[in-house]
């Protein structure tokens, strides 16, 4: 997804516990990480900087007992987006 000030990268975490959303957390920063190689051209070690202090990550649960885990890259750090 991409709003006006963030890209933002979904993992979906089935079944609800808390070693799944750990494992979920983990495959999200990978996905965080391929993101910003493919669309700014970080390396994988170049990116991990800002995936692990600059990116929000938040853990949500759907309707139906699917956890979400999401993370939302602020734009401003490319120099695109609203400040």
Not at 38 to 53: K, M, N, Q
């Amino acid at each position: 997804m991409d709003g006006p000030t963030h890209a933002v990268e979904q993992h979906p975490a089935h079944p609800p516990n808390t070693v799944a959303r750990t494992i979920h957390f983990s495959k999200a920063v990978e996905e965080v990480v391929a993101f910003l190689g493919a669309e700014h051209g970080l390396s994988p070690d170049r990116a991990l900087s800002p995936a692990s202090t600059a990116v929000d990550f938040h853990a949500a649960e759907a309707v139906d007992l699917t956890q979400v885990v999401t993370g939302r890259i602020p734009k401003r750090l490319f120099g695109t987006g609203s400040p």
